[in-house]
């Protein structure tokens, strides 16, 4: 595990890509938010962290903090190589997040994701992880699709 670098990005876009978080058509926006975070995220507080495996990124975490809150943080992407989901690597990448944000004195972890079936055993993931659900936003992401917001309180761990 380590912090992401500029020539990260590009793999990082492939791989959320193959891990089915966005679609093919976004690998251009995906490559234009890790360069913004490389000129100017990383000075504002975002973070981005990738699990390599054979020299090649095989997961990748980015969160960033919530503005106008006192210490919430948003988890935006987490996304582990699909021959690889299921060995506890998402699990890793996500206690690292954590580890930091408490490293930091920081309060609460928001992560947004999708109630459509797509996402099943992504809402698993984050309820096995402590994440508890804490809003539904109806007709989020597209009519039928809703927003399901997990929420878990850094301190009290
Ligand atoms: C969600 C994700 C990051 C979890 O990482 P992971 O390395 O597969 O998860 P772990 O091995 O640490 O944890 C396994 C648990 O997570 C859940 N899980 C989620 N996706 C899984 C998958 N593809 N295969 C197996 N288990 C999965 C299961 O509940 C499993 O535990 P169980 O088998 O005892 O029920 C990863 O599967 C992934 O990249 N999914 C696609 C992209 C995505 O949904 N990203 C999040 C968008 S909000």
């Not at 978080?21 to 975002?46: D, K, L, N």
């Not at 054979?54 to 988890?75: C, S």
Request: proline share 4%; charged share 25%; aromatic share 8%.
């Amino acid at each position: 595990m380590r912090p992401a670098a500029p020539s990260d990005s590009a793999p990082i876009a492939q791989l959320v890509i193959e891990a089915d978080m966005f679609p093919q058509e976004a690998r251009g926006f995906i490559e234009e938010m890790m360069a913004s975070y490389f000129a100017t995220g990383q000075a504002s507080g975002h973070a981005c962290i990738v699990d390599e495996r054979d020299g090649r990124v095989v997961g990748v975490a980015y969160y960033q903090p919530k503005t106008a809150t006192d210490r919430v943080w948003d988890l935006t992407m987490i996304a582990v190589h699909p021959a690889l989901q299921g060995q506890g690597r998402g699990a890793t990448l996500l206690a690292q997040v954590e580890q930091d944000l408490r490293d930091q004195d920081q309060r609460l972890l928001l992560i947004e994701t999708s109630a459509s079936a797509q996402y099943d055993l992504t809402r698993r993931f984050y309820g096995k992880n402590g994440y508890d659900e804490e809003a539904r936003i109806r007709d989020y992401w597209e009519d039928g699709d809703d927003l399901v917001l997990f929420r878990k309180a850094l301190k009290t761990q």
